[in-house]
């Protein structure tokens, strides 16, 4: 029995102890390391600016690599703790030539997008795309300069229409991609070019139960939409993004990804896939007209999964907008970012803290909270917030905050308590030991 009461104590003090470790670590990492690896990077390539800087990445080891153009750059970027590559052409550059493609005769089934990690603009151009088309593009590729890749891709450049949850309009099919509010009506956030303003959805294809009505939308040059549910009355207020077999993921807030990152798509027709980030801010030119700021990924799409939601570690990034290829083949698949979308419409997921009055602009609605489950397993928001610009919540980038110094305070604390408590928890065993024996002696 007293080797079993040492090995407990030792068990308990050894938890403690390793308890105790670890808050200090992450109140330590809490303290210095974030400002030194998040704020002290973004900080350095704000200083070197876009003429010394060429975008960032991440790697699958999780490494941040920023991009520079001289030697002095990439020590003052490796001094702020990431790593440093240095590359011939800075973002100013890259931006020039992005801006000369735009300003070009439009020619759709064509899309381009700074790669970072090979320092140049990729154009791709689908299979719509004729060969005088091309021949043009390819001259103004080469005046452009060696910093333009011209890229053949199989398949068409369309808006995939539908999604995680499916919605059904007139003569279409689209998804619930996040919950919404304004803080007195709830919506779905959406893609744009699911249907203009004034289109109504239902949860069957017969029209059979009203699900809302498209109140604001904008297609092309962006790709949103928000659909006011009908009543409020009957919602599931769960915030919980569909991946299947009647499984989900919780939405706790919004952010902006990364290139690099891994993300996650739900759709209709397609259900759960995931990919990676490939650029950010890109343009594709759909036959509808020229969508700007989108997100680039090599997440698989197909008709029948527009404006179900992108995701990762439980934040809400994007809504699928569209792409080529397919499921079996690969391809490649854009989404309008979230963060960007609610800033313009004036709402924030639900279950956020109230949007102050006057904060953010558009004429979206308003909201108490919603469920994207307009059809049964939709793809809604949670509660976190907004961007960071978009007024009343917070951005939050990962769903454990371990930069919280908070959260490692209280390990601390649980472990003291532990430490404190182990003698009490042995005294306890003893006497129940004991009483077990003499009872057992008597008996």
């Known amino acids: ?50 003429s010394r800087t060429a975008g960032s990445w991440t790697t699958d080891e999780g490494r941040t690599v920023v991009a520079v153009t001289d030697a002095e750059a990439a020590a003052e970027v490796r001094a702020a703790g990431a790593d440093a590559r240095i590359v011939p052409h800075s973002m100013d550059r890259l931006r020039s030539a992005t801006e000369a493609l735009r300003d070009a005769p439009r020619v759709a089934g064509t899309a381009w997008a700074v790669d970072y990690a090979s320092n140049e603009v ?35 450049f369309t808006t995939r229409v539908g999604g995680a949850s499916p919605i059904f309009g007139d003569q279409r099919r689209c998804s619930a991609g996040f919950n919404v509010t304004d803080g007195t009506d709830t919506y779905i956030l959406t893609a744009g070019h699911c249907g203009p303003e004034g289109t109504s959805w239902f949860r069957d294809r017969q029209g059979a139960e009203l699900v809302g009505t498209t109140t604001d939308a904008a297609f092309p040059g962006k790709d949103y939409s928000l659909v006011r549910y009908e009543s409020t009355d009957t919602l599931d207020r769960t915030n919980v993004a569909s991946i299947g077999g009647g499984q989900g993921v919780r939405i706790v807030g919004s952010a902006d990804p990364v290139v690099g990152q891994r993300v996650f798509r739900s ?64 391809g490649t698949t854009y989404f309008q970012p979230v963060p960007a979308a609610m800033e313009a419409l004036g709402v924030d997921l639900t279950g956020g803290p109230p949007r102050p009055p006057g904060a953010g602009g ?73 009483r077990s024996f003499h009872s057992a002696s008597w008996s």
């Open 1 to 50: 029995m007293r080797h079993a009461r040492r090995k407990l104590r030792r068990l308990v003090r050894l938890a403690a102890a390793g308890g105790l470790v670890c808050g200090v670590l992450m109140v330590t990492d809490a303290m210095a390391g974030e400002p030194a690896e998040r704020r002290g990077v973004a900080d350095a390539v704000a200083r070197l600016g876009t």
């Open 122 to 156: 990729t154009v791709r151009a689908d299979s719509t795309v004729s060969a005088a088309d091309w021949s043009r593009l390819s001259g103004l590729a080469e005046r452009i300069g060696g910093h333009v890749r011209m890229e053949r891709t199989p398949g068409a």
């Open 267 to 330: 759709g209709s027709t397609t259900g759960f896939r995931s990919g990676e980030v490939t650029a950010v801010n890109a343009t594709v030119n759909y036959p509808e007209g020229t969508v700007t700021g989108l997100i680039e990924t090599t997440v698989c799409a197909e008709p029948g999964d527009s404006g179900g939601p992108l995701f990762s570690e439980g934040l809400a990034l994007g809504v699928t907008s569209g792409g080529d290829g397919d499921c079996a083949s690969g």
């Open 362 to 434: 558009g004429t979206g609605g308003s909201g108490a909270q919603a469920s994207g489950q307009a059809g049964g397993d939709a793809g809604p928001a949670g509660s976190g917030g907004s961007g960071a610009a978009a007024g009343g919540s917070r951005e939050i980038t990962s769903i454990v905050d371990f930069d919280n110094p908070r959260l490692g305070l209280g390990v601390i604390a649980l472990s003291l308590g532990l430490l404190v408590s182990a003698r009490w928890i042995v005294s306890v065993q003893e006497r129940r030991e004991f």
